[in-house]
């Protein structure tokens, strides 16, 4: 047998035939292989989903009504203020609104030493003072309320200070509370000197419901360095007032001529001025108004700016946070989130996630209550607002209690 045969010959092994390409197609494994592909566009899709939205007969009026269920339903209660147990009274309501105007330094503040020390100075240099609306928002602004506090001022127990130039574009600041002890640790922290500290205080103490005094109540010199250190305020700061009676084109010598005596008591006297429509105060005759320009000064309280911007700047944000939900209200525990932030916390969930690395929030320091507000505390910022009657507290048949802004 010849070397040269192998199995190839005796098989007959050969390679298969060549398919035609109608037979390729026949044979392929989809029928759909050889359609050209595209790439659908979101256009497409939308087109598809709003037609899908047509066709289960859903139309805009239905729509609507699912906004409308969104917003709160109330029990028709509304709280015109705040039930605090620890203030019954002005002196306690007093006591609350200080010691709950800034919340607790968090441990994982996210801050530096330096900026922990700027936050807590100046919590500590803003004054002891209350405003009014403060105090109606814990205790009702009512006749008793306000009876109440002439007595302590009165007895010498509690300070009326009016705002002079200051506060008008702010609601409900128009005065504020401060008791008489913390007027007399001010004073004596002060750079003023001790004899002057004594002697305002007597004149205080015998003009207990007066909110400004005389040039002629205390010596020039301490009438000085009270200003300087801020404890009086020219009257002049106010602008319409103490402009001379006499002055006035509401009670000048043509108009005083044509009452039927011919003399300033036919229209009013002194309170002319007041009567007649006019503002402020009108300079009455010695009140030493040549010695200092505005004959009067008012009662002050050192640093009473950085108090009124805080105070403006947390009730704007309270409403700016309000004027983002459709109806300017909301749940107030949602408020309430909205004001701290997504704030990292030590609970047992946040601590959870930092282990597995996963996001748990930011920083107290970077969210705008630490950063602007210095940690004013939420409560404390709706007790302000519920008693300018800027927002109002209301009972909702679901999520507890709802806020609703009023501007």
């Known amino acids: 047998m010849p070397l040269y045969l192998t199995a190839a010959h005796s098989s007959r092994v050969s390679k298969p035939a060549q398919r035609s390409a ?60 705040v039930s605090i147990d620890s203030a019954k009274d002005v002196l306690s309501a007093i ?18 030493s330096v900026r922990i020390a700027e936050v807590l100075n100046f919590q500590r240099n803003l004054p002891a003072i209350v405003s009014l609306a403060h105090v109606h928002a814990i205790i009702s602004a009512s006749s008793k309320t306000e009876r109440q506090i002439a007595a302590l001022q009165s007895a010498g127990k509690l300070r009326k200070i009016k705002l002079i130039g200051r506060g008008n574009d702010i609601r409900g600041t128009s005065e504020v509370l401060i008791t008489f002890r913390d007027l007399q640790i001010l004073l004596e922290r002060s750079h003023v000197e001790p004899e002057m500290v004594v002697g305002f205080c007597n004149v205080l103490r015998r003009q207990p419901r007066a909110t400004t005094i005389t040039p002629q109540d205390l010596p020039p010199s301490h009438v000085t360095a009270l200003t300087r250190a801020g404890f009086l305020v020219s009257s002049s700061m106010s602008g319409s007032r103490n402009i001379s009676l006499t002055g006035s084109s509401l009670v000048a010598m043509p108009k005083v001529s044509r009452a039927a005596s011919g003399t300033s008591d036919a229209v009013g006297g002194d309170a002319a001025f007041e009567n007649l429509g006019g503002t402020g105060a009108a300079k009455r005759p010695g ?3 040549r010695t200092f320009q505005g ?62 690395g996963e996001f748990s929030g930011v920083l107290p320091a970077r969210t705008k209550k630490w950063k602007d507000l210095y940690g004013l505390d939420f409560d404390w910022v709706v007790e302000e607002c519920l008693g300018a009657g800027l927002i109002e507290l209301f009972e909702t048949r679901s999520v507890g209690l709802g806020i609703r802004a009023l501007t």
Not at 43 to 64: E, H, M, Q
Not at 97 to 108: N, Q, V
């Open 22 to 81: 109608s037979n390729n197609r026949r044979h392929s494994a989809s029928p759909f292989a050889n359609i050209p592909r595209t790439k659908s566009s979101s256009g497409t899709r939308t087109k598809s989903l709003s037609d899908a939205v047509d066709a289960t007969g859903v139309d805009d009026d239905d729509a609507d009504g699912d906004e409308d269920e969104e917003r709160l339903v109330p029990t028709g209660k509304i709280l015109s203020t």
């Open 295 to 356: 004959g009067e000064f008012a009662l002050s309280v050192p640093n009473l700016g950085p108090y009124l911007r805080l105070l403006s700047a947390g009730r704007a944000h309270l409403l700016e946070l309000l004027g983002k939900s459709k109806y300017k209200e909301g749940p107030l525990y949602l408020l309430r989130e909205r004001w701290d932030g997504a704030v990292d916390s030590d609970n047992r969930i946040s601590t959870a996630k930092r282990i597995r």
């Open 95 to 112: 006591q609350h609104a200080r010691s709950s105007m800034f919340a607790a330094l968090p441990e994982r503040a996210g801050m530096n």
């Open 287 to 289: 009140s030493g108004s």
